[in-house]
């Protein structure tokens, strides 16, 4: 199976950056998507950005311009800079693998705090 360990997360002031680290470890095999999700207290888990096989790049509207996801694939990572940060920012982010071949499995990471505030 699957692995993912999250890093990076932490209290920032508002309009303050902050780098998201994920490394996945276990038996990766053929195409994947690696993405952050976020969840604040009472909302639905959101997707926030995710980046495709072919380098192709989704953000939600409310973080374009302001964070940037990058994967390194021979180490099995994904990141998620963030930068000019706002206190509606605040949720726990998880990071996310699905597996496009094989069993087609799909994995989260065990998430990360990231609370912006003064």
């Known amino acids: 199976q699957v692995q993912l360990v999250e890093s990076g997360g932490g209290l920032v002031q508002p309009g303050g950056s902050l780098r998201l680290s994920c490394v996945a470890s276990?038996?990766?095999?053929?195409?994947?998507?690696m993405s952050w999700y976020r969840q604040a207290p009472g909302n639905l888990r959101e997707l926030v950005a995710d980046?495709?096989?072919?380098?192709?790049?989704f953000y939600v509207n409310s973080v374009k311009g302001r964070f940037t996801i990058s994967r390194d694939i021979l180490k099995n990572a994904v990141y998620l800079q963030m930068n000019s940060l706002k206190p509606e920012d605040t949720a726990v982010y998880y990071c996310?693998?699905?597996?496009?071949?094989?069993?087609?499995?799909?994995?989260w990471g065990q998430g990360t705090q990231v609370t912006v505030s003064s």
């Open positions: 996310h693998l699905e597996m496009l071949e094989g069993r087609k499995r799909a994995y």
């Open positions: 276990g038996s990766i095999i053929g195409d994947i998507v």
């Open positions: 980046i495709l096989p072919g380098g192709s790049i």
